[in-house]
Antibody, heavy 121, light 113 residues
Framework: EVQLVESGGGLVQPGGSLRLSCVASGFTFSDHYIDWFRQAPGKGLEWIGRSRDKAASFTADYAASVRGRFTFSRDDSKNSVYLQMNSLKTEDTAVYYCTRLASVGTFPDHWGQGTLVTVSS | DIVMTQSPDSLAVSLGERATIKCKSS????????????LAWYQHKPGQPPKLLISWASTRESGVPDRFSGSGSGTDFTLTISSLQAGDVAVYYC?????????FGQGTKVEVK
């Protein structure tokens, strides 16, 4: 069974940092890109970025709203992707989801349960 | 960025009746080389992650009831629930995966009348 489990969410002050983890199981992790999304309270779904696999040199893409503040890293030996979030703003408050892309350049076919990040003083 | 616009924002349908959700993209998401529409539909219930219902505009995912169907091409798409069940109450999103950044419609809330 494909599973993705996020962790690391919590309360952080504006300007602070947080690191989210996404641990995957049930599939060959190293063969898949991982996309991250978020949903702010009362809002819709927002794509925030992509972590590519070794074949794509572990490169990443970021949404304009987080570029320069958020960074993905990946450890295939641990079936994990990490999201380092710096210079957090109140508008970053959201549930953060990691997802598996079905194949390169396509859609998320499995989602984690999400982890809540609250940025507040 | 490709802007996705759904209509209506909310929809109340009687049990057993049809629910129809529209999704329009600001530019075509049809790949002429692959002849595929890069459009997915998701169901999102409170406290749960979104669930993939349909990919490639009309391909139903394994395990998704056949009362859910997707249609359309280019810039105009439709998700139809042929006979609404109580468990279908959710917010439904369309998403394009033709261009980065991936973008979603604003969501359509489906309720029971």
């Amino acid at each position: 069974e494909v599973q993705l489990v996020e962790s690391g969410g919590g309360l952080v002050q504006p300007g602070g940092s947080l690191r989210l983890s996404c641990v995957a199981s049930g599939f060959t992790f190293s063969d898949h890109y991982i996309d991250w999304f978020r949903q702010a309270p009362g809002k819709g779904l927002e794509w925030i970025g992509r972590s590519r696999d070794k074949a794509a040199s572990f490169t990443a893409d970021y949404a304009a709203s987080v570029r320069g503040r958020f960074t993905f890293s990946r450890d295939d030996s641990k079936n994990s992707v990490y999201l380092q979030m710096n210079s957090l703003k109140t508008e970053d408050t959201a549930v953060y989801y990691c997802t598996r892309l079905a194949s390169v350049g396509t859609f998320p076919d499995h989602w984690g349960q999400g982890t809540l990040v609250t940025v507040s003083s | 960025d490709i802007v996705m616009t759904q209509s209506p924002d909310s929809l109340a349908v009687s049990l057993g009746e049809r629910a129809t959700i529209k999704c329009k993209s600001s530019q075509s998401v049809l790949s002429s080389s692959k002849n595929k529409n890069y459009l997915a539909w998701y169901q999102h219930k409170p406290g749960q992650p979104p669930k993939l219902l349909i990919s490639w505009a009309s391909t139903r995912e394994s395990g998704v009831p056949d009362r859910f169907s997707g249609s359309g091409s280019g810039t105009d798409f439709t998700l139809t629930i042929s006979s609404l069940q109580a468990g279908d109450v959710a917010v439904y999103y369309c998403q394009q995966y033709y261009h980065t950044p991936r973008t979603f419609g604003q969501g359509t809330k489906v309720e029971v009348k």
